[in-house]
């Protein structure tokens, strides 16, 4: 059996609901998708951005606001109401301070066209590569300033 090489994943969502799967532990994506879930191994790292603060309202955030591993790959349906249960998957967040996105926009290699560079984050979920997880990570974890 061949060794999975560990995976760099971004999920876009809300800052406000980005708080609520720190503290439970978990990552949703795609407004409660499995299928992208799915994409991502045990082992495997996942940064969070957040376009907004509220998911329902137009305040501006443009920060990376969580990073962690996930712990299994075990995808599960969670029961928010009786109309919406959304796929989860298990993730140990790190300790991290948010970031802006704006001083780091030239530099991230997933971002082809900087003056479009919101376009990427409109898919939900996007695979990056190493390096730009490192730029990402490093500011997070570090608490450096931007």
């Known amino acids: ?5 560990t995976k760099y ?6 800052k406000e609901h980005v708080k609520k799967g720190v503290q439970g532990g ?5 407004h409660g998708k499995a299928t992208p879930l799915k994409k991502m191994n045990k082992g495997d790292y996942v940064i969070y951005y957040s376009s907004k603060e ?16 996930v712990k299994s790959n075990d995808i599960y349906q969670f029961e928010m109401t009786p109309e919406f249960c959304p796929s989860r998957i298990d993730i140990d967040f790190l300790e991290s301070k948010d970031i802006s996105i704006r001083p780091l926009i030239n530099e991230l290699e997933f971002i082809p066209n900087k003056q479009k560079w919101g376009y990427p984050f409109r898919w939900g979920t996007l695979q990056i590569n190493k390096r730009d997880f490192q730029l990402i990570s ?5 608490g450096q300033e931007n």
């Open 9 to 14: 994943w971004i999920i876009t969502a809300s």
């Open 54 to 69: 509220y998911f329902d309202k137009k305040d501006k955030c443009q920060e990376f606001t969580a990073i962690g591993q």
């Open 138 to 142: 490093n500011l997070m974890l570090n």
């Open 1 to 5: 059996m061949k060794n999975k090489e």
């Open 26 to 30: 978990f990552a949703q994506a795609c």
